[in-house]
Nanobody, 124 residues
Framework: QVQLVESGGDLVQAGRSLRLSCAAS????????MGWFRQAPGKEREFVAY???????SYADSVKGRFTISREYAKNTVYLQMNSLKPEDTAVYYC??????????????????WGQGTQVTVSS
């Protein structure tokens, strides 16, 4: 059983930066595709970014060029560096892990394990 714990959420002004962290335990971190999703009030959970075993990454159009996903194998941790934050980035951010057979990483249903979420609030 994999446990995921996010941290780093905060209240920031527009234009500032935040880095979210997601620490994984209980599994073989190197075998998982890791993703970040977010959910704003009244909206469905949406894809933000994912990173493959070998480091390939993909981003939602809304965050491309502003957010960077990375992973540190020695610490079993995945990061989401968020720059030039906008009020529309306000949401609860969730870390997720996909193991086993490959499924499309942009889909939330493709993931097996989820963290509890961390709140990011961007004020204008």
């Amino acid at each position: 059983q994999v446990q995921l714990v996010e941290s780093g959420g905060d209240l920031v002004q527009a234009g500032r930066s935040l880095r979210l962290s997601c620490a994984a335990s209980g599994g073989t971190f190197s075998k998982y595709i890791m993703g970040w999703f977010r959910q704003a009030p009244g909206k469905e959970r949406e894809f933000v970014a994912y990173i493959m075993w070998g480091g390939d990454t993909s981003y939602a159009d809304s965050v491309k060029g502003r957010f960077t996903i990375s992973r540190e194998y020695a610490k079993n941790t995945v990061y989401l560096q968020m720059n030039s934050l906008k009020p529309e980035d306000t949401a609860v951010y969730y870390c997720a892990a996909q193991g086993g057979s490959y499924r499309p990483p942009r889909l939330s249903r493709s993931y097996d394990y989820w963290g509890q979420g961390t709140q990011v609030t961007v004020s204008s």
